[in-house]
DNA sequence: ATCTTTTCTGACTACTTAATCAGTTAAACC
DNA sequence: GGTTTAACTGATTAAGTAGTCAGAAAAGAT
């Protein structure tokens, strides 16, 4: 009955469900869990609502499947530290690529926020296996960077969660920075220098150098 | 009948209200407006369900309660800016005290982070102008300090933003943090080097200097 | 001690909402 | 074109929940 879900594309089951989680995800980001209801979900995606249990059999699920939509998504900003040994490049990609993120998927980043105020509830498992070990590999990391004398010496979890808390800010208090903008959306120019500004302060607070012993080298070449 | 409710203190009125305050701002914070049950909050604040009618009109107004007093408490913190000019220490004593919020009432936090998330539905009017003004006056100053070569010129905005996601993302967070913390609490020196730490990122990351002409005395007395 | 006011609460009402299901329509296949 | 399978949906059920209220109990006043 409710199987091959993502399979063979633009069937009427996959345009529909693609319908129902677009539709959910906006609903559960906007009101929660809890003040999501079916009925606006199956307005949203305009179909009946009866509709939304034939094809996930329960709001729980439809939740469920929603939140591991956002991981997908997440994962993939993740890897700009996988390969590359510059702390100045992989910082600006990581902060560039969260950015992104905020501004085209806001929802995602207010579900996963909504989830981990009220204790992950849901996730809690993910966030003890998958993100404890993505955390580690990377502090690990800033932990040989420190070493080698290209990033200062402070809390490598506290490097990280400056980075998730303020590119995550411009998705989850969206509307408190649209506010202050004078009721303006930002505009194409203002994300620029957001980027730009955020990569700055935190590269420079941080402490990035690109690489030390080439720097030395130049001080030595001035030196001569 | 429900008069004068924070007037004289420890009678059975101030008594039952604090509870029910507290209780539903613990409520609140985990569970959002919708998730949460008057039977949930009164069972927290020991008392039958309807009592809490009895003090409290409706659901709406003890949660508009609960908001107004969380703004109190934040007033507070924002009072750091007010009379110092110096943006070393003025930083550093507003990033310590959001950062002591932060610890000692998360919830405060994470209900105004659920609001804000979902729109802001109850405080609208509190942002656009309160904090709003507020918010103005502040970056007039960081553009002051900009302009006497005292902070990097960065959007004055993004800075504030970048100081509030750090320091509520602690709060708000939390969870996350401990997991990621081997599923311990933080404890005292955690957070003394959190409060370290933070300040070092966001000192450097601003270029913020106590005195630019005090710096170039101390230079041209070392050239001397 | 009696009266008045405040505090309190069990029982009830009105409403919302997730989930079910029986039966209908549409699509796919041979 | 007939048969099977998938898609759909209106009507109903069951559970939960905000808010009401009449009257009891306690506290306070005289």
């Given amino acids: 009955m ?7 594309p633009d069937t009427v089951r996959s345009r529909n469900t693609t319908a129902i989680l677009d539709a959910a995800e906006l609903e559960f980001a906007e009101h929660g869990f809890k003040g999501t209801t079916i009925a606006s979900i199956a307005k949203r995606a305009k179909l009946p609502p009866a509709n939304i249990h034939y094809y996930f059999g329960s ?18 900003a993740a890897e700009a530290f996988d390969e590359i040994d510059d702390p100045v490049v992989a910082f600006s990609l990581y902060i560039t690529r969260k ?5 085209e998927r806001p929802s995602g980043s207010k579900i996963w926020a909504n989830e981990i105020i009220q204790g992950a509830p849901t996730m809690h498992a993910f966030l003890a296996k998958d993100l404890y070990e ?41 509307h408190q920075i649209r506010v202050l ?17 955020v990569c700055s302060i935190i590269l420079a607070g941080v402490g990035a150098k690109s690489d030390f012993s080439a720097k030395q080298v130049q001080v030595d070449q001035t030196a001569k």
């Fill in 2 to 8: 409710n199987r091959n879900s993502i399979l063979r």
């Fill in 59 to 76: 709001k729980e699920i439809l939740y469920q499947t929603c939140v591991e939509r956002i991981f997908d998504i997440w994962k993939g």
């Fill in 99 to 103: 950015l992104d993120i905020s501004r």
């Fill in 134 to 174: 993505w955390t580690n590999s990377r502090t690990a990391l800033f932990r040989k960077w420190q070493s080698e004398g290209r990033l200062k010496p402070v809390n490598p979890n506290t490097i990280l969660y400056m980075i998730w808390a303020t590119t995550q800010h411009y998705a989850d208090f969206y």
């Fill in 181 to 197: 903008n004078d009721g303006k959306e930002l505009d194409e120019a203002q994300w620029e220098e957001i980027k730009s500004d």
